[in-house]
């Protein structure tokens, strides 16, 4: 079946920081990949996300790029903020199975001033 | 502004009561809603699928008669946890998918569950 598996967090970072946060991913079709964002108390948030392969996706100076040849998705941000502190998902979506996600465990990013 | 409604926020209540958690598709009709559970500092772990106007696709290991579910209408989906006890506290989360291949799902707020 399908899956997806992140680095090991929680992860900490001072500001101004760069980071990356690894993602790969098994998948009997062609997925979709997503990153969603989760800040204390909420629920999720798309945060980007990439249909095919060598698709960029990027928001908020966050990006991420399709690698079929290495089936991974990992999540980039060249200088981080405080704001970005929150759980980060990565998460792929089948498209035989009717829209539903496949979570990976999600990583927890502290941004220290 | 929020596509997907989900109500209540949280909820405090004593073992053996029943509680339901709407979600509601705004300005857009969901034949299906998916209904995840968030255990503390855990990834979110699918439930159920939600079917409007038939029976509900439950996933392996989640007991139908204590997660009950019922799509009444094209944008509302409501998730009943009966007899609830302490072990059923979590975090759940509610999401219909967006049109189109590829698009990604909108998610509720969340429910807060906490069973004394």
């Known amino acids: 079946g399908d899956s997806v598996t992140q680095m090991e967090g929680p992860v900490t970072l001072s500001e101004e920081a760069f980071l990356t946060i690894n993602c790969t991913y098994t998948a009997t079709g062609y997925p979709s990949l997503f990153w969603y964002v989760q800040y204390p108390g909420e629920g999720l948030q798309l945060l980007l996300k990439?249909?095919?392969?060598?698709d960029k996706g990027s928001n908020k100076g966050f990006e991420a790029t399709y690698r079929k040849e290495t089936t991974s998705f990992h999540l980039e941000k060249g200088s981080v903020q405080v704001s970005d502190s929150a759980v980060y998902f990565c998460a792929l979506s089948d498209r035989g199975s009717g829209s539903r996600l496949t979570f990976g465990e999600g990583t927890q990013l502290t941004v220290n001033p | 502004g929020a596509v997907v409604s989900q109500h209540p926020s949280r909820v405090i209540c004593k073992s053996g009561t029943s509680v339901k958690i709407e979600c509601r598709s705004l300005d857009f009709q969901a034949t299906t809603m998916f209904w995840y559970r968030q255990f503390p500092k855990q990834s979110l772990m699918l439930m159920a699928t939600?079917?409007?106007?038939?029976?509900?696709?439950?996933e392996q290991g989640v007991e139908k008669d204590k997660f009950l579910i019922n799509h009444a209408s094209l944008t509302l989906s409501t998730l009943t946890v009966t007899s609830a006890h302490p072990e059923d506290s979590s975090f759940y989360i509610c999401?219909?998918?967006?049109?189109?291949?590829?698009?990604?799902?909108?998610f509720g707020d969340g429910t807060r569950l906490s069973i004394l």
């Open positions: 999401s219909a998918p967006g049109t189109g291949g590829g698009q990604p799902q909108h």
């Open positions: 939600s079917n409007e106007g038939s029976k509900a696709t439950y």
């Open positions: 990439a249909t095919k392969a060598d």
